[in-house]
């Protein structure tokens, strides 16, 4: 994707103090509709620019890295079998990970 990951993800601040990741518009019009998520293995600890996910669209197949890093407090299971979610307009349904920053 680039060295411009943040440019692909909305970030919302939970009342908890941790961040909820979610695929945005811009992030939606790269890959098309999306037919196939997988995350990337061992989702624990994440570094700025380590891989998050990897989505197969209608348009092309890429890797999205994160756009923070922290510890990765929940994962977004419904969209290994719902993928079409993340090309929602609700952020209930595109979000990716929740992340506490450590």
């Known amino acids: 994707m680039g060295n411009n990951e943040q ?3 909305w970030q919302d601040q939970l009342a908890n103090g941790h961040t909820l990741i979610g695929l945005n518009e811009k992030g939606q019009e790269e890959i098309g509709t999306a037919a196939f ?6 989702l624990k600890n994440v570094q700025l620019g380590d891989p998050l996910v990897a989505i197969e669209g209608s348009k092309v ?3 999205f890295d994160t756009p923070l890093a922290g510890k990765v407090v929940q994962i977004n299971q419904d969209l ?6 993340l090309n929602s307009s ?9 992340l506490a920053e450590e």
């Open 61 to 63: 197949v890429t890797q």
């Open 7 to 9: 440019d692909y993800f």
């Open 37 to 42: 998520v997988d995350f990337a293995p061992n």
């Open 90 to 98: 609700d952020h209930q349904a595109t979000w990716i990970v929740e």
């Open 80 to 85: 290994l079998e719902h993928p079409e979610n």
